[in-house]
């Protein structure tokens, strides 16, 4: 797949969101960490395997948008915990807790954030007012068929404006490349209620009045927003240094596709980040 040609990729750094999450992936793992690392991290040995570094996001300065930014965020967890371990990192809004793990069947909650979109994100949105980020919950269940992982996912935003939740359905599967190389697979759908669909999407008369762009009224109903694709992986580049590399897509259907405030239909994120691994006694 490619850039539709009408995408100007314009990237720029934005400085706030990604602290608001890295405090909140920061302090979650923290508190699990001393509870749990009795058998969840390092079995029975006298060492917890840590891992501390960072990631840079390049994402659509809001969904629907045409162009690109930068964010990042600091990386702290367990090593190795981004996989099928206790704590996995599947995504901004996707941080799970696997407490359930019985013949194949895991589930857990998750946390995660997610980001704001401002009205001088793009001529078309001024006039529509700003749309509050903030901290998400849910949870998560799936079942593993060897190299091949089911899942369904649900994502509610509980602080800030209210915008209401998603659901996720998906398969994850697992690639061997190389025999020091594991490529994970992510394809699936994504579910949005009204809230989520209206907050993102949809224009009031009142919006509509004060659109500098002269945008009509659109409302936008609960239903299927996307479909996505995405691979990721780990690379060793030394003994305790990890390059982690991630790419999606993601293309907007239904209301999602045809409210006036979208540029792009296609949505693309990429990810590159970089670890080190350490050992904390205890």
């Known amino acids: 797949m490619r850039f539709p040609h009408r995408t100007r990729c314009h990237v720029c750094l934005s400085p706030m969101e990604p602290w608001a999450l890295a405090a909140i992936l920061t302090v979650t793992i923290a508190g699990v960490t001393p ?7 390092g079995g029975g040995g006298s060492d917890v395997e840590l891992q501390a570094g960072g990631v840079a996001i390049v994402k659509p ?18 090593a190795g915990g981004t996989g099928n371990g206790f704590v996995q990192f599947k995504g901004v809004d996707d941080l799970r807790f696997k407490l359930i793990d019985n ?7 998750l946390v995660g954030y997610r980001f704001e979109r401002d009205q001088d994100d793009a001529d078309r949105l001024r006039g529509l007012g700003d749309v509050d980020g903030g901290l998400v919950v849910g949870g998560y269940a799936a079942y593993n068929f060897g190299s091949i992982k089911p899942f369904v ?3 509610h935003q509980v602080t800030g404006d209210e915008t209401g939740g998603v659901a996720r359905l998906g398969v994850e599967a697992k690639v061997p490349v190389m025999p ?14 009204d809230d989520y669909m209206q907050s993102f999407f949809g224009i009031t008369a009142a919006q509509s009045a004060a659109s500098a762009a002269g945008l009509a009224r659109f409302d936008a109903e609960a239903g299927v927003k996307d479909v996505f694709f995405g691979v990721s992986t780990d690379v060793p580049i030394a003994e305790r240094w990890t390059l982690k590399l991630g790419g999606k897509y993601t293309h907007l259907l239904g209301d999602a596709a045809d409210s006036p405030i979208v540029e792009s239909e296609s949505q693309w994120q990429g990810t590159l980040g970089l670890t080190y691994r350490f050992s904390v006694g205890r």
């Open 35 to 41: 509870a749990l690392s009795g058998g969840l991290f």
């Open 61 to 78: 300065k809001y969904e629907g948008s045409n162009e690109y930014e930068v964010v990042g965020a600091p990386i702290v967890g367990p």
């Open 103 to 109: 013949w194949g069947f895991e589930t857990g909650p």
């Open 153 to 155: 996912s649900y994502h």
């Open 180 to 193: 020091w190389l594991l490529v994970t697979a992510i394809g699936g759908a994504t579910w949005a209620d």
